[in-house]
């Protein structure tokens, strides 16, 4: 195969890739029941009555455009049944069903360079931004409490209009969510197996419950030994409890300083609040230092959204 041949070959396969993610992406209004043909943002079709797009932009009832093969859009209602500003997801019911779900896909298998493209849908017909995966990373978590299991970034600013769009692999495949507004001065994708836990989450209860103890917490320095024996001079000394909290019903007492929660080293607020996020509503042990000595109880964690 020649040069011109080869490079035809991958002009028809990343046209086609383009083609196959713009039937699953939509136009989303930005504006409560506004025209879906004018200006507005970009959602990708999950299942047969749900689309996820950026919870920033999207008002709680919005109009949905849904391509049809003349070019024009299928105009419908939809409501917001969940969200989640930590990782700018919201999930949206449409009206009528019948929508075609998209094709996503983990990112095993990518590297740093690999080809991509931003899908958007802002107005009536659908574009797209050829990139470059720019950053695969580890999970992070965002100012507003989320946390993306991936770190994903393309090489350039996303246009306006993209975000809630994917970003597709050279077949089409979704990699995840684009995104201009979990993390300050970086247009993210948020990966596929963030979308997968935070929509089900979406779905069965509204918004994301996150781990509470109803405590009140500050770093406090250990006895040397015990900081020799852990390997760590920080704990977080319990300075309030809510009354009918989580920590109270599970008999924390004020004073008493955590150490571990289900094996996480805990060293002042910030670590708690992490090691409690993803452990809603679940029975978890704890070690803590009560009156110079250590203690292992089993507590169980509240929740709220």
Not at 173 to 193: E, K
Not at 238 to 267: C, N, Q, R, V
Request: glycine content about 14%.
């Amino acid at each position: 195969m020649t040069t011109p041949d080869i490079f035809r070959a991958l002009d028809s396969a990343l046209a086609a890739a383009v083609a196959a993610a713009a039937a699953s992406t939509v136009h989303v209004a930005r504006r409560n029941h506004r025209h879906a043909g004018g200006g507005g943002g970009t959602g990708i079709v999950w299942s047969d009555d749900l689309v996820v797009t950026s919870s920033f932009h999207t008002p709680d009832h919005t109009t949905v455009g849904l391509p049809l093969p003349d070019g024009t859009l299928d105009e419908r209602e939809a409501v917001v049944i969940g969200r989640d500003p930590g990782t700018d997801i919201a999930v949206l019911r449409v009206t009528g069903g019948g929508l075609t779900p998209a094709a996503f896909r983990d990112l095993d298998g990518l590297a740093i360079g690999n080809l991509a493209f931003a899908i958007g849908r802002p107005g009536r017909t659908a574009r797209a931004s050829l990139r470059a995966i720019g950053v695969l990373g580890p999970a992070v978590e965002t100012p507003r409490g989320g946390r993306l299991d991936r770190y994903v970034e393309s090489d350039r600013q996303i246009p306006r209009g993209f975000a809630g769009g994917p970003l597709i692999d050279a077949d089409g495949a979704v990699i995840g969510l684009n995104t201009r507004t979990v993390v300050r001065g970086a247009d993210l994708a948020v990966p596929t197996v963030t979308l997968r836990r935070v929509v089900e989450e979406l779905i069965a209860h509204g918004g994301i419950r996150r781990g509470y103890l109803g405590v009140g917490a500050y770093p406090v320095a250990l006895p040397a030994a015990l900081a020799q024996t852990l390997g760590r001079d920080r704990g977080a000394l319990l300075a309030s409890l809510e009354e009918d909290g989580a920590g109270t019903k599970s008999g924390l007492l004020l004073g008493d300083i955590l150490l571990a929660l289900d094996g996480d080293p805990i060293t002042g607020p910030e670590s708690l609040r992490d090691a409690l996020a993803a452990r809603a509503d679940q029975q978890v042990a704890v070690t803590i230092l009560r009156a110079g000595q250590t203690q292992d109880l089993t507590i169980t964690i509240g929740s709220r959204s």
